[in-house]
C-alpha cells in the first residue's frame, strides 16, 4: 500500500513540474513569451503604476528598470536556474529575461520574453559563476543542450513567470503598507 502511494505521487509531482512548461508560448518572432492580460476593477492606472513600481523596487531590487510616462515599465532581469542529479541540487546557470508592463484603467498587462540561459562553471574557489561569452537563447536552447537540460530550464522558467506574475498580482490589489516608526527613547542623554 505505501508503495502504491508514493507511486501515485511521483506521477503527480511529473504531471504538475510538466504544466509549467505548457505556460511559455512563442510570440511573432518566434521567441518563448510568458502574457497576461488582468483586469482590475475600480482601480486608475496611476494607482496601478505607483503599485507596480513599488513591486519593483521591493521585491526585485537589482531588476535594472526603466519607467516611462507613468503608463508603463520596462527592464532586464536574470534568476538562477538548478539542477539536480540524485540528491545533490547546485546552480546551473541563470537565465536573463526582459519584463515589460503596461498599465490602463482597470486593467494591467504583462509580458517576460527574450529568455536567454548564460551557463555556470565552477571557478577555483569551487564557486558557480557565469561562464562569459555564452550565451543561449532558449529558443536555440536544444541544438546546443541536452533535450533533459532544455526542459528543465523551461520548466524552471514557466515556474519563475507563474510566482511573478502572481506576486505581481497581490502587489498591484493590496496597497502597499507603510512601516510604523517607533518612537526610540534615549535614556543616556537628558
Not at 15 to 43: C, R, W
Not at 74 to 91: C, R, V
Not at 118 to 129: A, L, Q, T
Request: net charge positive; proline share 3%.
Amino acid at each position: 500500500m505505501k508503495r502504491i502511494i508514493i507511486v501515485i505521487f511521483c506521477i503527480l509531482s511529473v504531471k504538475f513540474t510538466y504544466a509549467q512548461q505548457d505556460l511559455l508560448s512563442f510570440d511573432e518572432h518566434n521567441k518563448y513569451i510568458y502574457y497576461q492580460v488582468v483586469d482590475m476593477p475600480g482601480i486608475t492606472a496611476d494607482t496601478l503604476y505607483t503599485r507596480g513600481l513599488y513591486f519593483i523596487k521591493t521585491v526585485y531590487p537589482k531588476l535594472k528598470f526603466k519607467a516611462t510616462n507613468g503608463k508603463s515599465i520596462s527592464g532586464d532581469g536574470k534568476f538562477t536556474t538548478y539542477t539536480s542529479i540524485s540528491i545533490l541540487k547546485h546552480e546551473s546557470g541563470e537565465i536573463a529575461y526582459q519584463l515589460n508592463i503596461e498599465f490602463k484603467d482597470q486593467k494591467y498587462r504583462y509580458w517576460l520574453t527574450d529568455f536567454t540561459f548564460i551557463p555556470f562553471v565552477r571557478d577555483r574557489y569551487g564557486n558557480f559563476v557565469p561562464k562569459s561569452g555564452i550565451d543561449i537563447p532558449l529558443e536555440t536552447a536544444q541544438s546546443k543542450l541536452d533535450k533533459k537540460d532544455v526542459d528543465n530550464y523551461l520548466n524552471q522558467t514557466g515556474a519563475f513567470c507563474k510566482q511573478f506574475g502572481e506576486r505581481l498580482k497581490q502587489y498591484l490589489v493590496n496597497a502597499p503598507k507603510k512601516e510604523e516608526t517607533t518612537k526610540k527613547v534615549v535614556i543616556d542623554k537628558w
